[in-house]
């Protein structure tokens, strides 16, 4: 897939890392207690966890603790935070979503917090599709190649769009074409660039929406259900073996704009190839960001927006290439 520049700032990573230190808040009897890694899993294809992980790992091991990053399949991720192979999980949507791994592993894992809110799935189209709704898809489905382009065959989103969005629409005659996000970003990537038609299966947050002229086909029937919040869970006993990370962790929260600062960039200005040197920069565009969250400023989600905007890290002016919440209609792409 091609990397799409927006507008890049010129950082000191050098800075950056100093900044970072010192927002350190953790004492040190207890920061990097534990003798073992905090294991933090993250689910293949899905970015707002590779970003947030990334973040993460550095918060934490600025205070001491060491931290490893294991990308694995969500099936994957879900036994192992129940069997205690990880320690945290950083994209889980609810109350829908994820709700048959919280019926399956729930006495296995607990919730640390929630850090996002209203984050839906959706069904995407690029901006000068001839169509604004899914009621209208099957009625020009050869326009777009009789295909939906998907993500991962076991995703809640492909479920979601095989179970619900598809009969619902009446589009059993398209396609759906399965294989992973990274494909389905490739080909939404040649598409808009040979200006071809193209519908695919999304979800907001994405780094999609600020890297590319692309929209939402509206969904009258709501077969996509309503947007989930994003949350943190730990295997079962997390809060009690780090009780200093579970703090933390209770009052992150992030905006519109910072997530999407972070991914634009970590996936489209440095291409998913530097994924420190992105946490370094938005560390640097956002210096007061860490400090504020860890001081428990952002605890309960909506009074981060007013923190945000008083300048302790929104994306806007900074380089980012986002400059509205993902509530607008974007004709740009995320990360």
């Given at each position: 897939?091609?990397?799409i520049t927006?507008r890049?700032?010129s ?13 350190c ?57 129940a069997?205690?192979e990880?320690?945290l999980?950083y994209?889980?949507?609810l109350?829908?979503a ?12 607990e919730?640390?917090?929630m ?5 839906p799935?959706t ?41 619900e ?18 494909a ?13 038609n ?14 590319f ?25 997390f809060?009690?073996?780090h ?34 040197e ?7 565009e ?25 300048g ?21 792409t995320?990360?």
């Amino acid at each position: 897939m091609r990397t799409i520049t927006h507008r890049t700032a010129s950082v000191s990573v050098a800075v950056a890392i100093a900044l970072t230190l010192a927002a350190c808040g953790g004492s040190d009897d207890d920061a990097g207690s534990s003798d073992e890694p905090v294991v933090i899993g993250i689910p293949a294809g899905w970015e707002e966890a590779l970003a947030t992980g990334h973040l993460w790992q550095r918060i934490l091991e600025d205070r001491g603790y060491e931290v490893e990053l294991e990308t694995v399949d969500m099936a994957v991720l879900w036994t192992g935070l129940a069997e205690g192979e990880y320690d945290l999980n950083y994209d889980v949507w609810l109350p829908d979503a994820n709700a048959p791994h919280i019926e399956e592993y729930g006495d296995r894992v607990e919730e640390i917090g929630m850090w996002y809110e209203e984050a839906p799935m959706t069904i995407a189209v690029n901006e000068d599709a001839p169509i604004t709704s899914l009621d209208e898809l099957a009625d020009h489905a050869d326009e777009f190649g009789n295909r939906i382009v998907g993500i991962e065959e076991g995703a809640v989103l492909t479920g979601l769009t095989e179970d619900e969005v598809i009969p619902t629409y009446g589009l059993e005659d398209m396609e759906l074409v399965t294989s992973s996000t990274t494909a389905m970003l490739s080909e939404l990537d040649a598409a808009v660039s040979s200006g071809e038609n193209i519908v695919v299966t999304l979800w907001r947050p994405h780094w999609a929406y600020d890297a590319f002229p692309i929209r939402d086909l509206e969904d009258p029937q709501g077969a996509l259900g309503t947007p989930d919040d994003i949350y943190v869970y730990g295997t079962a006993g997390f809060s009690e073996d780090h009780p200093e990370i579970a703090e933390w962790l209770s009052g992150f929260y992030m905006t519109s704009d910072q997530l999407h600062s972070l991914e634009n960039i970590m996936f489209n200005e440095l291409g998913g190839e530097s994924n420190d040197e992105a946490v370094d920069q938005w560390l640097e565009e956002n210096p007061d960001y860490v400090d504020a969250m860890l001081a428990g400023e952002y605890a309960g989600g909506p009074g981060a927006e007013s923190s945000s905007e008083s300048g302790s890290g929104s994306g806007s002016g900074s380089g980012s290439g986002t400059e509205s919440s993902d509530d607008d209609e974007s004709s740009e792409t995320e990360s």
